[in-house]
Every structure is written in structure tokens, then in C-alpha cells.
């Protein structure tokens, strides 16, 4: 079952950042937050994971709480290709093992 | 990364007929994931594949509805069985490599008419 609440949908203007809120407040200790997103009529794609530091990558930022009970995908400079369905995901980072359990998502709407 | 190939792309089918979807992927993965996206919906696990022992199914899904073969490292497939409208779904064909990331194919649209 999916562990994470995000909100329905987002609009965020063209080069603004846009900022993608999670809710795990169920999380244990060995879970890891991931972050997937869905272009319309393809699969999804990984864009980031983390245990409790913040990260960053080419594609974004993500910011844990210190209580790691939510957190917060960060798009730096949107752009239209940047709408999409955005997966928060929490699961134990097992090796070998990557069965995903997907919640509804926030669709992500980069408004020109 | 890993490049994976689904086949068909998109298939209209009549309900009491089966489909068989193929996944192919460039690389030896151990396990491998199908996935159903119903419309307008989120993905849900329909099971994990692994080489040379039984898909291990997500509750809701059962082998005589969708059964999986993965006869090697590199391919999988998922069959259909005996169609009904309420099948009409995206399947999805993911592997890891690795711990980190999993990564999907481009899917299946199967309608059933």
C-alpha cells in the first residue's frame, strides 16, 4: 500500500521553481523517499531518492525533514517538458529488489 | 541505464481472448516487475518475475488471470488471459539494475473490446 499523501495537482509558471510537497509521516528508519515522474504515454522515470539528507541532482533537489515525516521535490527552473505526474515513493532500498508501490501522484502542470 | 523494449506498443483485443505482452531488456537483470495503469489511474504491482522460479504475485492478481514466464535474464513475458473490458489497462515491464533506480518500458495499451 502506498504510504505517502501529495496533493492532486500543481500549476507552476515557466522558470519558477516548483516545489512538490510529500507527506510519510508513517515512515520507518530503513525507508528511503524516491521520486518518479510520468510524462504523459510513457513509463515512469527516477528522478531522485534520499534517507535523510537532502539531495541533488541534474534533474532536482529533494529536502527531508529532519523528522523525515515529509519532503519536498524541488524543480529549480521549470519548464514545459517538466509536466507530468510526480510519484513520491517510500520503500526499503533492498538490493535487487525494486518493487514500487505507487500513490495517486500530484500532476504537475508548467503553465507558459 | 537500461534500454527496455515492450511489445505490442498498443493492441485492441476481443473480450475471451488472450494477449501475451513481451519485455526485453538490453541487459541480464535479475528481477523484473510488470505493472497495471488503469485509466486515469496510478501504477499498481501486479507481480515480480524472476528467472527460473514462479512470478511472485501482489495480492489482487493471480497466475491463471496473468501468467508471467522468464525463461532468461534479459526477457519476460505477461499474458492476459481471457479478456474482459475491465482489462483495458497500460501494462508496464520495469527492472532494476542495481539498488538505486528502477526503469520502465514504454508500456502496452491493451484495449478489449
Known amino acids: 500500500d502506498a504510504k505517502t499523501t501529495q496533493p492532486t495537482s500543481m500549476d507552476c509558471a515557466e522558470g519558477r521553481a516548483a516545489n512538490l510537497p510529500c507527506n510519510h509521516s508513517t515512515i520507518s528508519g530503513n525507508e528511503y523517499v524516491y521520486w518518479y515522474r510520468q510524462i504523459h504515454s510513457q513509463g515512469p522515470q527516477y528522478i531522485i531518492h534520499g534517507l535523510k539528507n537532502n539531495e541533488t541532482n541534474e534533474m532536482a533537489s529533494l529536502i527531508i525533514t529532519e523528522d523525515r515525516k515529509s519532503s519536498t521535490l524541488i524543480l529549480p527552473h521549470a519548464t514545459l517538458r517538466d509536466t507530468a505526474v510526480y510519484y513520491c515513493i517510500v520503500r526499503v532500498e533492498e538490493g535487487g529488489a525494486n518493487n514500487l508501490f505507487f500513490g495517486t501522484g500530484t500532476r504537475l502542470t508548467v503553465i507558459p | 541505464s537500461a534500454v527496455i523494449s515492450q511489445k505490442p506498443s498498443r493492441d485492441i483485443c476481443q473480450r475471451g481472448t488472450s494477449l501475451t505482452i513481451q519485455c526485453q531488456v538490453d541487459?541480464?537483470?535479475?528481477?523484473m516487475f510488470w505493472y497495471r495503469q488503469q485509466p486515469g489511474q496510478s501504477l499498481t504491482l501486479i507481480a515480480t518475475?524472476?528467472?527460473?522460479?514462479?512470478?511472485?504475485?501482489e495480492s489482487g492478481f493471480v497466475i491463471d488471470k496473468f501468467p508471467i514466464s522468464r525463461p532468461n535474464l534479459t526477457f519476460s513475458t505477461l499474458t492476459v488471459s481471457n479478456m474482459s473490458p475491465e482489462d483495458s489497462s497500460i501494462y508496464l515491464c520495469?527492472?532494476?539494475?542495481?539498488?538505486?533506480?528502477?526503469?520502465f518500458g514504454q508500456g502496452t495499451r491493451l484495449t478489449v473490446v
Open positions: 541487459s541480464q537483470v535479475t528481477m
Open positions: 518475475a524472476n528467472q527460473g522460479s514462479e512470478a511472485t504475485y
Open positions: 520495469s527492472v532494476s539494475r542495481g539498488i538505486k533506480e528502477a526503469f
